[in-house]
C-alpha cells in the first residue's frame, strides 16, 4: 500500500514539475498565418492556423506564414527582419523562438528564417532544405501544400540534434541495411575463413639480422598548386542566409526564388 | 635394415614416450636416455636397397611400407621398427623435434578445439568419430639464408597549408634508394610430397629449442617419412616465403613519405645452410557426414589445422545476428539524433 502511494506521488510530482517547465505563452488565439498577398482562402488559412499551432506547440516555437504583395518595397530579407522586430513574434515569449516563412509575390522571393530556438534547429543548412522541398509546389502555385510542407518538414527537423542533417543518407534505412549486412558478411567471412587456422609466424619470427647497407633520399624537385578556400555555408553569421535584425535579434535564413 | 629397440630387461617392445622424452618400455616401465641407449639391444637386418617389403625382427612377418616411409609400427605385433636405410646416408636427417604431445593429450586438445568451432556443425563438434589419430614425423628442410635487397623508388611528400584565401598543396619528389642486407635463420619448408603445403605452412612455428641431434629411437612407435624432394628443389619455395618478409622490411625503411613507388627491385637470395629435419605432426583423420576430414596438430605445441565443415544453420544464425544486432544500433543511434526511427 504504502508503495503504491510513493509511486502515486512520484508520478504526480514529476507531472507538475513538468507543467511549469512547459511555457505558458501558447496562445491559441495568436494570428500565425499572415496572407496579405490574397494566396488562401479562409478555409486554408483556418487549416493552416490549426496546423502551426499544433506543431507549434510540440516544439515550442511560433510557425509563421507572411505573403505579400511588395514586401513593402524592401527586399525580402530586410522586410522579414523588420517583420519580426514589428510583430515581436515568439512561442516563449515576445521576440522569442519563432520560424517564418515570407513570400514576395512581385518579385517571387521566397525567404525563411528561424530565431532563437529556431534559428539553433532551423539552421541555414536545414532551412535551405526546407525551401528546396517546398519550392516546386510554390512555383506552380500550390501555396497550402508548399506552407503544410514548411510546417511539417520544419516541426521533423526539430526533433534533430543539432548540426545533424536530417536528409543524410546516414540516417537512412538502406543505408543501415547495408551496413548491417556488410558488416555481418565481413565478420562471418573472417570467422569461416580463420576456422581452418591461422598463418601465426611473421616475418620476426625467422629473422636474424637486418642491416641497412646504402641508405639515400634525395630531394629532387616540389611542385605547389594552390586553389581557393572554400566558403563555409554553414556559419550562422554573414555568409549564409542568416543575419541579425536592427533589434538585435539573431537568425538562421535561407532565399530563393520560385 | 630395419630397426628395434627391444628391452633389456623383459625383452618387450620399446618406444619413444612424449612425456619423458625417454624411450620407454610398455610391459614393464624401463626408461632408458636415448643418448645412450646400448648398440646391443638393437637389432638390425639388413634388406635390399629398395625393398618395401621388410622382415620384422620381432615377429618374423613382413612389414609392408611405401617408398616414402621410414619409421612404422608392425602391422602384426605392433613393434616400432625403423627403416634404417631410409635415415641413413643421403637421407639421414640432421635434426628433430621428437614429440611433446601424446597420442591422449592430442585426442584431448583436439576435441577441444572442435568444441570452440563457431561454424562447426553440433554433430561434429562432439568429436567422436575420430577415425584415427597419427603421429608422424614429416621431412622439412630447414633454411638459413642471406638476402641482399636494393630498391629505387620515387617517394612524395605532400603538404597542406593555409595562406589568406588560398589553400596551397606543397608535392616534394625524392629518389630513394636502399640497399638491405637482410639473414633469416631456420625458415621451415615441409619436403613430403603426401603433406599439404598450405596446411604444414600455418602449423609453424615449431619450438627450435627443443631441436635434437637426430637419433633413430626417437622415431620408434611413430610413423615418419622419407623427403621427397632435396633442399635445391624446394629452394624456389622457401624464398618466395621470405620474399614477403624482404619486402615488408623494405617498406619499414622507406618511412615519413606520403606516397612510394617502386621503380626497381632486385632481391639477391642465397641458401647458406639448409638442414634435414624431421618434425612431429599429429594426422587426425575425422569422418563426419560421410565424408572424411583430415587435420593436422603440431606435436609441439597442440596447435590444430585444417578446414572444418561448416554448419550453414550457424552461419545464419551468426550473420542475422550480427546484421541485426547493427541494424538494431544503427536504428537506436537515429533515434537518439531524430527522435524518429524511419
Known amino acids: 500500500m504504502n508503495k503504491r502511494i510513493l509511486l502515486l506521488t512520484s508520478i504526480l510530482s514529476l507531472f507538475l514539475i513538468f507543467s511549469f517547465i512547459s511555457p505558458v505563452f501558447a496562445d491559441e488565439s495568436k494570428q500565425r498565418v499572415y496572407d496579405y498577398a490574397d494566396l488562401l482562402t479562409d478555409d486554408e488559412i483556418d487549416r493552416l492556423e490549426n496546423l502551426a499551432n499544433q506543431h507549434g506547440k510540440k516544439h515550442e516555437i511560433d510557425f509563421i506564414i507572411v505573403t505579400t504583395k511588395d514586401a513593402d518595397n524592401k527586399d525580402i530579407f530586410s522586410f522579414v527582419e523588420d517583420f519580426y522586430d514589428e510583430m515581436a513574434f515568439g512561442f516563449d515569449k515576445p521576440n522569442g523562438n519563432a520560424a517564418i516563412l515570407a513570400l514576395d509575390m512581385s518579385k517571387r522571393d521566397v525567404y525563411i528564417a528561424g530565431f532563437y530556438k529556431g534559428e539553433k534547429y532551423l539552421d541555414n543548412k536545414r532551412v535551405d532544405l526546407i525551401r528546396e522541398k517546398m519550392t516546386p509546389d510554390l512555383s506552380s502555385g500550390n501555396y497550402e501544400e508548399a506552407f503544410t510542407t514548411f510546417i511539417e518538414t520544419g516541426s521533423r527537423y526539430m526533433q534533430y540534434i543539432p548540426g545533424v542533417n536530417p536528409e543524410s543518407f546516414l540516417l537512412q534505412t538502406w543505408f543501415h541495411m547495408i551496413v548491417a549486412l556488410g558488416l555481418a558478411a565481413l565478420i562471418v567471412g573472417t570467422m569461416a575463413y580463420n576456422s581452418g587456422g591461422k598463418v601465426t609466424v611473421n616475418e620476426r619470427t625467422y629473422t636474424g639480422d637486418f642491416k641497412v647497407l646504402q641508405r639515400k633520399d634525395i630531394y629532387l624537385t616540389q611542385n605547389v598548386t594552390k586553389r581557393r578556400k572554400p566558403k563555409n555555408n554553414n556559419s550562422n553569421r554573414g555568409g549564409g542566409g542568416g543575419g541579425v535584425t536592427r533589434g538585435g535579434h539573431s537568425h538562421s535564413g535561407s532565399r530563393g526564388k520560385f | ?342
Not at chain 2, 5 to 17: E, L, S, V
Request: hydrophobic share 35%; with cysteine; net charge neutral.
Open chain 2, 1 to 342: 635394415m630395419l630397426i628395434h629397440y627391444k628391452c633389456p630387461d623383459c625383452g618387450d617392445d620399446m618406444a619413444f614416450d612424449s612425456e619423458s622424452g625417454k624411450l620407454t618400455c610398455g610391459s614393464c616401465g624401463r626408461t632408458d636416455l636415448i643418448e645412450d641407449f646400448s648398440e646391443e639391444f638393437i637389432t638390425t637386418r639388413f634388406s635390399d636397397e629398395e625393398a618395401k617389403e621388410y622382415v620384422c625382427n620381432n615377429c618374423g612377418a613382413a612389414v609392408i611400407t611405401d617408398a616414402d616411409t621410414s619409421a612404422t609400427t608392425c602391422s602384426f605385433c605392433g613393434a616400432g621398427v625403423v627403416l634404417a636405410d631410409r635415415v641413413s646416408g643421403n637421407l639421414a636427417p640432421d635434426k628433430v623435434i621428437p614429440f611433446q604431445i601424446s597420442k591422449e593429450e592430442a585426442r584431448n586438445a583436439f576435441k577441444k578445439w572442435c568444441k570452440n568451432g563457431r561454424l562447426t556443425p553440433k554433430g561434429f563438434m562432439s568429436a567422436d568419430r575420430i577415425k584415427g589419430i597419427t603421429g608422424i614425423y614429416v621431412p622439412f628442410w630447414l633454411y638459413d639464408l642471406h638476402s641482399i635487397a636494393d630498391v629505387k623508388a620515387k617517394a612524395t611528400k605532400v603538404r597542406t597549408y593555409t595562406r589568406g584565401d588560398y589553400i596551397y598543396t606543397e608535392t616534394k619528389y625524392y629518389d630513394v634508394r636502399r640497399k638491405i642486407d637482410l639473414t633469416f635463420n631456420k625458415v621451415p619448408v615441409d619436403a613430403s610430397e603426401k603433406m599439404n603445403d598450405d596446411l604444414m605452412d600455418k602449423l609453424e612455428p615449431y619450438d627450435y629449442g627443443s631441436l635434437k641431434d637426430f637419433k633413430t629411437p626417437y622415431l620408434a612407435g611413430y610413423l615418419a617419412e622419407k623427403y621427397n624432394y632435396d633442399n635445391k628443389d624446394l629452394f624456389p619455395r622457401v624464398k618466395s616465403k621470405v620474399s614477403e618478409y624482404i619486402d615488408k622490411h623494405i617498406g619499414s625503411t622507406i618511412s615519413g613519405y606520403s606516397s612510394v613507388q617502386y621503380r626497381e627491385k632486385h632481391v639477391d637470395t642465397r641458401e647458406r645452410k639448409a638442414s634435414y629435419v624431421l618434425l612431429p605432426v599429429w594426422m587426425v583423420y575425422y569422418d563426419y557426414d560421410k565424408q572424411e576430414h583430415t587435420f593436422a596438430m603440431n606435436g609441439v605445441n597442440g596447435k590444430v589445422v585444417g578446414k572444418p565443415p561448416l554448419s550453414m544453420g550457424k552461419v545464419a544464425a551468426w550473420f542475422g545476428s550480427i546484421a541485426g544486432a547493427t541494424f538494431m544500433m544503427a536504428k537506436i543511434i537515429t533515434f537518439i539524433i531524430g527522435g524518429e526511427i524511419w
